[in-house]
């Protein structure tokens, strides 16, 4: 199974570093450009700058075949400017140019909302399908999901809050499961991501 990361801008290496442990370093694509979509079964959207991440996927012609593929079934796990970047509509987010999204994944999404003085921190999520102790949920400058639409279902929570969403094979995070050791997250996707594209 071949398996892209987004390289454009964020946390690309720390993904790369967590997948490496779960994929076969030969099965790891760093896509920069339209061509590294081909043959790809998953693509892991990393957090970054969203706005940074959209102008990039604008300027090297990625925009519209990646958003095809997405739209066409690719199993996508997106965390933080990954999910912000796949979101259906952003409200205004305090003191921000917010950027075009995908609008592909049925949530409502509010940019850097849990404010300056907790920027980051973490916490305990617990993550539906996800045996054992709660997962550690690393949030940095986080997005907040203020509503799922119907066509999206939660799948992660801290406390009573949804941090986390499936629609189909696309899965999106508000944290960082890649900047964990814990690498359940990354293995169910990739399962699941496997056994929908045999
Ligand atoms: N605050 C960033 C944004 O709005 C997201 C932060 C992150 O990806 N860790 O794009």
């Given at each position: 199974m071949n398996v892209g990361v987004l390289?454009?801008?964020?946390?690309v290496p720390e993904h790369f570093r967590a997948l490496r442990r779960v994929v076969p370093e030969q099965h790891i694509v760093w896509v920069r450009r339209p061509e590294d979509l081909v043959g790809l079964d998953a693509l892991?959207?990393?957090?970054?700058?969203?706005?940074t991440i959209a102008d990039?996927?604008?300027?090297?012609?990625?925009?519209?075949?990646?958003?095809?593929?997405?739209e066409g079934g690719l199993a996508v796990l997106a965390t933080c400017a990954g999910l912000i970047?796949?979101?259906r509509a952003l409200e205004p987010s305090p003191g921000g140019r917010d950027p075009p999204t995908f609008a592909l994944l049925d949530i409502r999404v509010r940019r850097n909302d849990y404010g300056r003085q907790r920027e980051s921190f973490e916490?305990?999520?617990?993550?539906?399908?996800?045996?054992?102790?709660?997962?550690?949920?690393?949030?940095?400058?986080?997005?907040?999901?203020?509503?799922?639409?119907?066509?999206?279902?939660?799948?992660?929570?801290?406390?009573?809050?949804?941090?986390?969403?499936?629609?189909g094979s696309v899965w999106g995070f508000t944290f960082h499961p890649e900047l964990t050791r814990d690498l359940r997250l990354h293995r169910?996707?990739?399962?699941?991501?496997?056994s929908s594209s045999s």
């Amino acid at each position: 199974m071949n398996v892209g990361v987004l390289a454009l801008q964020g946390d690309v290496p720390e993904h790369f570093r967590a997948l490496r442990r779960v994929v076969p370093e030969q099965h790891i694509v760093w896509v920069r450009r339209p061509e590294d979509l081909v043959g790809l079964d998953a693509l892991f959207l990393p957090g970054g700058e969203s706005t940074t991440i959209a102008d990039l996927l604008a300027r090297t012609g990625l925009w519209v075949p990646m958003r095809e593929r997405i739209e066409g079934g690719l199993a996508v796990l997106a965390t933080c400017a990954g999910l912000i970047v796949l979101a259906r509509a952003l409200e205004p987010s305090p003191g921000g140019r917010d950027p075009p999204t995908f609008a592909l994944l049925d949530i409502r999404v509010r940019r850097n909302d849990y404010g300056r003085q907790r920027e980051s921190f973490e916490g305990p999520v617990r993550v539906q399908a996800l045996e054992g102790p709660p997962f550690p949920g690393v949030f940095i400058r986080a997005p907040r999901i203020l509503s799922v639409g119907p066509a999206a279902r939660a799948i992660a929570w801290r406390e009573e809050e949804v941090v986390g969403v499936r629609q189909g094979s696309v899965w999106g995070f508000t944290f960082h499961p890649e900047l964990t050791r814990d690498l359940r997250l990354h293995r169910a996707f990739l399962r699941s991501a496997a056994s929908s594209s045999s």
